[in-house]
């Protein structure tokens, strides 16, 4: 932290690495990912690792927000296929929550909206869901909102989910830019 001198690690950027970086390890079938600094203080050149930044009052850094999307994306990893190609600056990433509900979590890590249909492997009909977005208006930012809100409560209660609006074979939906999104989706048994 001390040699980063930008403060990237203070930015969503860093957010953005860490979502994609934890998806990756998932695939390479790693069981365990760790941040180990929730609080720690800042370095001398103001940068730091910490997940909670102590100031006037305590504030989330963009990081923060990637653990409480993985941490709802359920156990199981399933196969995810996207016509975006890795390089291209999405990760997608494919979960089972339980025996009626599978997860897609994207990491936008681009500058443009994508508008995306996504469709089961199985079939299955979405029946319903909801979708969860840890968002930034740029990749220096030094905050994020999740689902809109910018500072949310201790117990996130206060940044609901939205309801999945397409339902179906096909579910439509637009990845903000510089986004963390997880859809929950509950199919047809």
């Known amino acids: 932290q001390d040699q980063d001198t930008r403060q990237l690690l203070t930015r969503a950027i860093n957010a953005l690495f860490l979502a994609d970086s934890i998806g990756q390890a998932m695939q390479q079938g790693f069981a365990f990912f760790n941040q180990w600094d929730l609080t720690n203080g800042c370095a001398k050149n103001r940068t ?70 996504v469709t089961l492997a199985s079939g299955a009909s979405v029946v ?10 740029k990749l220096k930012a030094k905050r994020m909102k999740l689902n809109a809100d910018g500072n949310p409560a201790d117990d996130l209660a206060d940044a609901p989910s939205s309801p999945i609006l397409s339902i179906g074979t096909t579910v439509s939906h637009r990845f903000p830019p510089y986004s963390i999104t997880l859809l929950r989706m509950n199919i047809a048994a």
């Open 48 to 117: 730091c690792y910490d997940l909670l930044v102590d100031g006037k009052k305590w504030r989330r850094s963009p990081q923060y927000f990637v653990f409480p999307l993985w941490a709802a994306f359920g156990n199981d990893l399933l196969p995810a296929t996207s016509s975006a190609a890795a390089a291209s600056g999405f990760g997608v990433y494919a979960g089972r929550i339980d025996a009626d509900t599978v997860a897609l979590l994207v990491v936008n890590k681009t500058a443009d909206p994508a508008d995306v249909a």
């Open 128 to 137: 319903d869901g909801t979708i969860d977005v840890a968002a930034a208006r």
